[in-house]
């Protein structure tokens, strides 16, 4: 069997449960198919005050860490904001290659390109192996500086780049040069097993909504990115036309405190509900329990709640970035021009009023993740091959 060493940066943690679902959901997946091995390289931010990474809530996992399904091999590699930010690959390959090596791998695979990709990367380098690197969205999207020239290097030097949509394959090649033979489109799956439609009365009568509330999801991280700001603003103006109407927003995040004071501040408390991050099943309960799921992003590759939303049986209005055209339709959902909110406002307004076919959205999605492990491999065994 192929033995794959799986390097990422995201896995769900104790702290933050909704990060890295579906990276969890690739490796276990190909783990059926192969010796899989997943190194989890955390950053580790020196304690001092104000420092601390921007886009995610802050926490560790010890060498103890374990999850269902996956061998799993969990460190940290020191870094400083900004100011490592050219080393951080290398820093972090240093600490990866040993590790790597003892596990003797017939491929390195890694998701995140920079630095993630970069050390893994060069770990394959020194051990004579190939290495095939997984872009997610924002790892292409949202590059600048050093980041970008780092990106960049790595996508010259990759033996194979798999992308998670149409559209960032098309990024890859037009925006950084990647070598088109080199380039694989792998779209996410979801769990059939976990996101399918529920009975919404009961749903609703467990988690303790109104059978008659029109209610607004989100499920996500809490970042500025994710559009929660225009979500709030929208939902404010649709508010206040409806009393029936209630958002749910679903997840964690470095927003979180900045959410609860917009949402005051708009005088919406009591009309928006903020579990925390959620387990899949919870999730999936949510998303059932829903009128319609919003996903508002400024930029995405491929966003998985999208799908697991519309495998549910779920109308979704998001925005028109990254891959998110390759999965929504006029039968299934709504898209719109990022970062404004009164667009988001009439395109909640209309999903609402809107009699969907609630059965044939949920029926129309198919894609497993044992799909994408398929695919995986099969790019896995071409690059070693060739």
């Known amino acids: 069997m192929m033995r794959i060493a799986f390097v990422t940066p995201m896995l769900p943690i104790p702290h933050d449960l909704t990060r890295g679902r579906f990276i969890h959901e690739t490796a276990k997946s190909l783990s059926k198919l192969c010796t899989v091995r997943v190194f989890f390289q955390q950053s580790r931010y020196p304690k001092l005050p104000g420092v601390g990474p921007r886009s995610f809530l802050e926490g560790h996992v010890g060498s103890d860490y374990s999850i269902d399904g996956l061998d799993v091999e969990a460190f940290t ?5 900004v100011i490592s930010r050219a080393i951080n690959g290398h820093v972090s390959s240093m600490v990866l290659t040993p590790r790597v090596a003892d596990f003797k791998p017939d491929v390195v695979l890694a998701y ?14 020194k051990l004579g192996v190939p290495c095939v690197v997984g872009a997610l969205g924002s790892d292409i999207h949202v590059r600048s500086g050093v980041n970008d020239r780092m990106t960049r290097q790595t996508i010259a030097e990759v033996d194979g780049l798999l992308t998670v949509s149409e559209a960032m394959r098309r990024t890859a090649i037009s925006e950084f040069g990647a070598r088109p033979d080199r380039v694989h489109t792998i779209v996410n799956g979801f769990n059939t097993g976990v996101f399918y439609p529920r009975d919404q009365v009961s749903i609703r009568t467990k988690l303790g909504i109104s059978l008659d509330e029109k209610m607004i999801v989100y499920v996500g991280r809490f970042v500025e990115a994710k559009g929660l700001r225009e979500l709030i603003q929208a939902f404010q103006q649709l508010a206040q036309k409806d009393d029936k109407l209630s958002l749910a927003l679903i997840g964690d ?5 900045k959410l609860h004071d917009l949402i005051d501040a708009a005088g919406l408390r009591g009309r928006v509900r903020i579990p925390g991050g959620q387990p899949p099943d919870q999730v999936a309960e949510w998303m059932c329990a829903a009128n319609v799921l919003t996903l508002p992003s400024w930029s995405e590759g491929y966003p998985n709640v999208v799908v697991e939303g519309l495998a549910c049986g779920r109308p979704v209005v998001a925005t028109d970035v990254g891959g998110t055209r390759e999965i929504l339709n006029e039968r299934n ?3 719109i021009e990022p970062r404004k909110s009164d667009v988001l406002q009439r395109a909640l307004d ?5 009699d969907w076919d609630l059965s044939a959205i949920a029926e129309s999605m198919r894609r497993t993740w044992d799909d994408v492990a398929v695919e995986t491999l099969r790019i896995c065994k071409q690059v070693a091959a060739r």
């Open 350 to 354: 209309q999903a609402l009023r809107t």
């Open 112 to 125: 995140w390109i920079y630095p993630d990709g970069f050390a893994a990367l060069r770990a394959a380098r």
């Open 333 to 335: 959902g709504i898209l």
């Open 253 to 257: 995040g470095v927003m979180k405190s």
């Open 77 to 81: 590699y020191p870094v400083f904001p």
